[in-house]
């Protein structure tokens, strides 16, 4: 059974910092590429940031510099560092895994970032 399970969201002020985690289970951790999405109340689910099972990352423009992925496969866990947040970064954060090269996807429950100001 895939599980993807997101930890670490929370209530957090302009300027503050938070870590997310998702941990992984049922697949092939170091085959897939990782990848954080989020989706603010009725906007459309967006891209934040992706990290491939060679550790090349790609960041949204809006979080470039302010938004770090990290992996660590041992663990079979993806990591999202956010700093200087911002109001505008307020939503529920997904955990998403892809399969480099069947494309198969998973997706977690998400977890809630609240950011105020």
């Known amino acids: 059974q895939v599980q993807l399970v997101e930890s670490g969201g929370g209530l957090v002020q302009a300027g503050g910092s938070l870590r997310l985690s998702c941990a992984a289970s049922?697949?092939?951790?170091?085959?897939?590429?990782m990848g954080w999405f989020r989706q603010a109340p009725g906007k459309q689910r967006e891209l934040v940031a992706t990290i491939t099972n060679g550790g090349i990352t790609n960041y949204a423009d809006s979080v470039k510099g302010r938004f770090t992925i990290s992996r660590d496969n041992a663990k079979s866990t993806v990591y999202l560092r956010m700093d200087s947040l911002k109001p505008e970064d307020t939503a529920v954060y997904y955990c998403?895994?892809?399969?480099?090269?069947?494309?198969?996807?998973?997706w977690g429950k998400g977890t809630l970032v609240t950011v105020s100001s």
């Open positions: 998403k895994s892809r399969h480099h090269w069947s494309a198969i996807e998973y």
């Open positions: 049922g697949i092939p951790f170091s085959l897939n590429v």
